[in-house]
């Protein structure tokens, strides 16, 4: 990847996240966080957010292929889901808390 897409999936990843590592570790740790998504055992979203946690802690010259890749995906994920929002509250929706496990609160 040159550093134009870099620095394309970073951006793309930085619009997508709205929630500080801090905020998306506590989320992680709820009930709320682990009764949605697919997968067995641990969901998909679930484990991406903990790798998510993992790239805002690090420092950005430390990224690897690997992490820009999990970026790109997040980046997409959130974007596809959040077309599929539901009509009326939010707030306390799979759907809300499905986003949620990747790092993006569209209350926000």
Not at 27 to 37: C, D, R, Y
Not at 48 to 56: A, F, Q
Not at 61 to 81: K, P
């Amino acid at each position: 990847m040159d550093d134009d897409e870099e620095e394309d999936v970073a951006q793309r990843f930085d619009d997508a996240v709205n929630t500080t590592p801090k905020e998306l570790e506590d989320w992680l740790a709820t009930e709320e966080s682990k009764s949605v998504g697919v997968g067995e055992g641990e969901s998909v979203g679930h484990h991406s957010g903990r790798r998510i946690v993992e790239i805002l802690r690090g420092k950005k010259g430390d990224r690897t292929d690997a992490d820009d890749e999990h970026m790109r995906q997040v980046a997409g994920c959130v974007a596809r889901h959040s077309k599929q929002r539901p009509d009326g509250d939010v707030t306390d929706t799979k759907w809300r808390y499905s986003l949620m496990d990747w790092g993006n609160d569209p209350l926000k």
